[in-house]
């Protein structure tokens, strides 16, 4: 890893991490008493960690946005590496569903269809919603590169500002208050697309230490804010975890420029080489990994959560990397 890719190798690592601690820990929040230590553990760790998944859009943005390529040079690219990995590990996940539900004796080959199906269409399990997210914005990045290329960096940042008072709007909690104005083509996951970019061509190295204190304002504003809403109804309100809001699109700008300017420009350890090198396909892997090595650590959250984490990150390699020596493995790993 050399020059600005060091950073960027960083955030996917870091990226990695956080999905798994999300997953790790999300039971918690939905099973155990509200406003128990473990309760407040899972929430504090979720807190710090939504950052992960506007990474990932981000890193695309950052990379992608600067290439110069036909726009069917690029689909041929860019999906032949993720529909492969997408129908493979569909297919695993739909198996799995089946046989861990052990409900495949009992059904008919019509409702096993019609199940499979649902669940192609839809998602064979919650964490693939990913790549349904990524495959609709990379349709759209051969047009948006033409959009950047000729932004002017005031006209980026207008982008942006619209974008941000979008996640206003999406916001269920604040319908009734937002004048309802269609910013349909500003919302969503676009913006960390053009946010990772335009992070990544600017220079912010003298106001980092403010993002490191914005990103902890914005993390402790979001541990805050879903403990006073938890608490207040006694039931788990995750109304400010979701990916495409104020606090979290905060939370991702501010964490981006952090690892970007305190990333060292020095060998990196073994671990971190492998996590990025196979990143894509440890999230992929990662659930069905975690789901068997969560029950079987100590019951201490304090414990079970770091130990549950890095046993999930090296199963989770070492599952892809067998999977990479099969024939044709390298194509549908991810």
Same mark, same amino acid.
């Given at each position: 890893?050399?020059?600005?890719?060091?950073?960027?190798?960083?955030?996917?690592?870091?990226?990695?991490?956080?999905?798994?601690?999300?997953?790790?820990?999300?039971?918690?929040?939905?099973?155990?008493?509200?406003?128990?230590?473990?309760?407040?553990?899972?929430?504090?760790?979720?807190?710090?960690? @939504?950052?992960?998944?506007?990474?990932?859009?981000?890193?695309?943005? =950052?990379?992608?946005?600067?290439?110069?390529?036909?726009?069917?040079?690029?689909?041929?690219?860019?999906?032949?590496?993720?529909?492969?990995?997408?129908?493979?590990?569909?297919?695993?996940?739909?198996?799995?569903?089946?046989?861990?539900?052990?409900?495949?004796?009992?059904?008919?080959?019509? %409702?096993?269809?019609?199940?499979?199906?649902?669940?192609?269409?839809?998602? =064979?399990?919650?964490?693939?919603?990913?790549?349904?997210?990524?495959?609709?914005?990379?349709?759209?990045?051969?047009?948006?590169?033409?959009?950047?290329?000729?932004?002017?960096?005031?006209?980026?940042?207008?982008?942006?500002?619209?974008?941000?008072?979008?996640?206003?709007?999406?916001?269920?909690?604040?319908?009734?208050?937002?004048?309802? /104005?269609?910013?349909?083509?500003?919302?969503?996951?676009?913006?960390?697309?053009?946010?990772?970019?335009?992070?990544?061509?600017?220079?912010?190295?003298?106001?980092?230490?403010?993002?490191?204190?914005?990103?902890?304002?914005?993390?402790?504003?979001?541990?805050? /804010?879903?403990?006073?809403?938890?608490?207040? %109804?006694?039931?788990?309100?995750?109304?400010?975890?979701?990916?495409?809001?104020?606090?979290?699109?905060?939370?991702?700008?501010?964490?981006?420029?952090?690892?970007?300017?305190?990333?060292? @420009? &020095?060998?990196?350890?073994?671990?971190?080489?492998?996590?990025?090198?196979?990143?894509?396909?440890?999230?992929?892997?990662?659930?069905?990994?975690?789901?068997?090595?969560?029950?079987?650590?100590?019951?201490?959250?304090?414990?079970? &959560?770091?130990? =549950?984490?890095? =046993?999930?990150?090296?199963?989770?390699?070492?599952?892809?990397?067998?999977? %990479?020596?099969?024939?044709?493995?390298?194509? &549908?790993?991810?």
């Amino acid at each position: 890893m050399e020059g600005h890719n060091i950073y960027i190798s960083n955030l996917r690592v870091a990226a990695t991490i956080g999905v798994i601690l999300i997953h790790a820990t999300t039971g918690y929040l939905q099973q155990v008493p509200i406003g128990s230590f473990n309760w407040d553990y899972a929430n504090w760790m979720n807190g710090f960690t @939504r950052y992960a998944v506007p990474i990932f859009v981000m890193i695309s943005g =950052a990379l992608l946005l600067h290439k110069e390529e036909s726009t069917l040079d690029f689909y041929r690219k860019r999906l032949l590496k993720i529909v492969p990995p997408f129908l493979f590990w569909t297919l695993v996940y739909i198996i799995y569903y089946f046989w861990k539900s052990g409900t495949w004796d009992n059904l008919s080959m019509q %409702q096993i269809t019609s199940i499979s199906w649902t669940k192609f269409r839809t998602g =064979a399990n919650a964490h693939l919603w990913y790549l349904y997210m990524i495959m609709g914005l990379y349709l759209a990045i051969p047009f948006l590169r033409k959009m950047v290329k000729h932004c002017s960096t005031r006209e980026l940042e207008l982008f942006l500002l619209i974008w941000f008072v979008s996640l206003f709007i999406v916001n269920k909690r604040w319908q009734d208050i937002v004048i309802r /104005i269609d910013l349909t083509f500003f919302t969503n996951y676009i913006g960390y697309l053009v946010l990772g970019y335009y992070l990544s061509i600017q220079d912010f190295r003298k106001s980092r230490i403010w993002f490191v204190i914005l990103w902890l304002a914005s993390c402790a504003f979001t541990i805050y /804010i879903t403990h006073t809403l938890s608490v207040s %109804q006694q039931k788990y309100d995750p109304s400010f975890y979701g990916y495409v809001l104020p606090n979290i699109a905060v939370a991702a700008t501010a964490f981006f420029v952090c690892i970007k300017y305190f990333s060292k @420009r &020095v060998t990196s350890p073994l671990w971190i080489s492998l996590i990025d090198k196979y990143s894509f396909g440890i999230y992929l892997a990662h659930i069905i990994v975690l789901n068997y090595v969560h029950p079987e650590l100590p019951d201490a959250i304090w414990l079970k &959560v770091p130990l =549950a984490t890095i =046993a999930t990150l090296v199963g989770s390699v070492l599952l892809v990397y067998i999977i %990479q020596k099969v024939p044709y493995g390298k194509y &549908v790993s991810g």
